[in-house]
C-alpha cells in the first residue's frame, strides 16, 4: 500500500511525497506531485512493491499529462489573449485619426465659443445700453437742433422702459450663451472630458438651451404672443393717460426719443394718438396752447431739416397730420430687434449642430465600451 508522508523526507525541503515505507532506507525514489490531483491515479496492489511501481509509474504518467494540458492550456490562453488583445488593440488604436478628431473638435468648439461670446456682448448692449444706443443716434442726426424745440432731453431717463422686448432678449442672451460657453468648457477641458458623465450633461445641457432659445426667438418675439399683446397693450394705454406734448415724464420723453430714432408714429400706428385729448401745442409768441392731432415727433424728419422755417412746418404737420410717419414705435423696435434674432437663429442652428454631435460621440462611445466589454466578457 502506497502512503503519505507530511513531512519533508531527509531535509529535502519537498513536502508531500509518495513514498515506501516511511522515508527508510528501503525507499525508492519519491515522484513529486500535487496530492489532490495525483490521489486519483493511486493503484492497490498484491504487494508493497508492485504497489509502488504501479503508483510510480501511474504518476509519471500523470505528471506528463499535465504538462501537456498545462502546455496546451498556455499555449491556448496566450493565443486567445493576443487575439483579444488584437482586437482590442484593433479596436482602441485610433490615434491617429482620434488626433485629428480632437483638432477639428477643438476648432469648432473654440468658433462656437467665439459665437457666444459674441451674442453676449450684443445681450449686454441690449440689456444695459440699449438707452444710450439710441440717444447717440438721435443727437448725431443732423436735425438734433430742432429736435431740441419739441424734447425735453435734459428729462431722459436713465433707461428706456418702453415694453420689455430689449430687456427680456438682452438677459436671454446674455445667460443662455454663458451657460452654453460652460457646457463647452466642460467638454474642451480635458479632466472633465474623461469623465463619463460629460457627454450625456452636455448633451442634455444644450438641448435645454437650445429649446429656450427657440422660445425667445419664436414665440416671446411673435408679435401675436401673449407677452406681445400684453405690451402693445398696457404702451397704448400710457399714450391715451400720461404722454404729452413737450412733458418731462419718463413715458413722454422715451416716447418722443424713439419716436424721433425709430421714425414712427404710436405704438401700433399713428391712430393711436385719436384716443389722446391732451394734444396740445403752442408756439412761443401763443397766448394758448393749441390742440393738436398728432405729436411733433410723429413728423417726417425732412420737416425739420427744412433751413427756414422748420419749426413751422413741424407745427402745421401736428395740427394737420400731413407729413406724419404711419407705421408704430413698438413694430419698429420689435422689427429691429427682429432682424438680430433672424442672426441669433442661425447662431442657434450651430448650436444644435453641436447638440447632435455631443450626442453621437456618447453613442459612439457607448457602442465602443459595449464592444470592449463582449472582448473581456469573451476571456477565461
Sequence with gaps: ??????????????????????????????????VKEAWEYSVEGTSLYEDFVADDVALLQFNENRKESSARSATSKTTSEEGNDSSATDLFDLRPSSKIIDKVLFIWHTALMMACLFLILIGILLRFHFTDIVTNSVKSHPAFSEYEKFVVF???????????????????????????????????????????????????????IVLMEVTVTNIYM?????????????????????????????????????ALWGQCCGITEKYNFAANTNLKFSLKTDSRRRTIQYPPTCCNVSLFM???????????????????YSEGCYFVLYNWLNNYCGFYSVATLFQLLDM?????????????????????ASRP
Design 306 to 324: 427744412l433751413s427756414k422755417g422748420a419749426f413751422e412746418a413741424v407745427k402745421e404737420c401736428a395740427m394737420t397730420g400731413e407729413g406724419t
Design 356 to 376: 447632435f454631435i455631443h450626442i453621437l460621440l456618447y453613442h459612439k462611445l457607448i457602442t465602443v465600451f459595449g464592444k470592449f466589454a463582449k472582448i473581456n
Design 222 to 258: 411673435d408679435e401675436t404672443s401673449a407677452a406681445s399683446i400684453a405690451a402693445k397693450k398696457q404702451l397704448q394705454g400710457k399714450l391715451k393717460d400720461v404722454y404729452l406734448v413737450e412733458d418731462s415724464s419718463a413715458f413722454s420723453v422715451t416716447y418722443d426719443i424713439l
Design 154 to 208: 435734459r428729462a431722459q431717463p436713465k433707461e428706456f422702459i418702453f415694453g420689455d422686448l430689449t430687456q427680456t432678449l438682452g438677459n436671454a442672451l446674455i445667460v443662455l450663451n454663458s451657460v452654453h460657453i460652460l457646457c463647452t468648457m466642460m467638454y474642451m477641458s480635458f479632466q472633465v472630458h474623461q469623465n463619463q458623465f460629460t457627454l450625456p450633461l452636455v448633451s442634455l445641457v444644450s438641448g435645454t
Design 1 to 34: 500500500m502506497i502512503h503519505l508522508a507530511r513531512e519533508p523526507c531527509s531535509g529535502s525541503g519537498e513536502d508531500w511525497r509518495y513514498y515506501q515505507g516511511a522515508c527508510g532506507d528501503d525507499r525508492e525514489s519519491p515522484v513529486m506531485y500535487d
